[in-house]
């Protein structure tokens, strides 16, 4: 990992979707940044290192060497899109009703959305068993999810108004 001294936010990245949600917003809010390839094809993810950063040994984690107090571990991708929107005060609404709008969107992700795709593409293309009741449950609950989101952009650019964590995620 990088030095202590390091005043830029260290993000232990592979690129998943997960992954990619935090590359995505450090870009977007133009945070200084470096990349810590974490190969979970070959367990990097149960290095004792990693796992002081990400107890739940998953991709991504990140640390800030430059948040007040010292140096920052965070892991799950929401709670790290939501500290670095509080970071940078981007995409993230300062009004309460804002807030709960991007908020509900961007649970709705990391809650349905996000798990529910990634069991779809385990049991449909990963399992080494194919599970026609997996396979079935996930294709369909993937649909339903995106046809809330369909419904949701049908008349607007963007999930909770403006552009916000919630289109990142």
């Not at 449909?124 to 369909?140: F, G, M, Q, T």
């Amino acid at each position: 990992w990088l030095p202590r001294d390091a005043r830029m936010i260290e993000l232990l990245f592979y690129p998943s979707p997960n992954g990619q949600k935090v590359a995505i917003a450090v870009e977007e809010m133009a945070i200084p940044y470096r990349i810590t390839f974490v190969d979970i094809t070959r367990g990097a993810q149960f290095d004792p290192a990693f796992l002081k950063v990400s107890p739940n040994n998953k991709i991504p984690a990140m640390i800030d060497h430059d948040a007040p107090g010292g140096a920052l571990p965070l892991f799950e991708s929401g709670a790290i899109l939501l500290y670095l929107a509080g970071k940078t005060g981007r995409f993230y609404p300062h009004d309460l009703r804002g807030r709960c709008e991007v908020s509900q969107w961007l649970f709705w992700q990391m809650a349905g959305l996000g798990p529910m795709a990634g069991q779809n593409h385990h049991f449909s293309l990963y399992a080494p068993e194919k599970i026609p009741y997996a396979i079935d449950r996930y294709v369909r609950e993937t649909g339903r999810l995106y046809g809330v989101l369909n419904k949701r952009l049908a008349d607007r650019e963007f999930g909770a108004g403006d552009y916000s964590l919630a289109d990142i995620a």
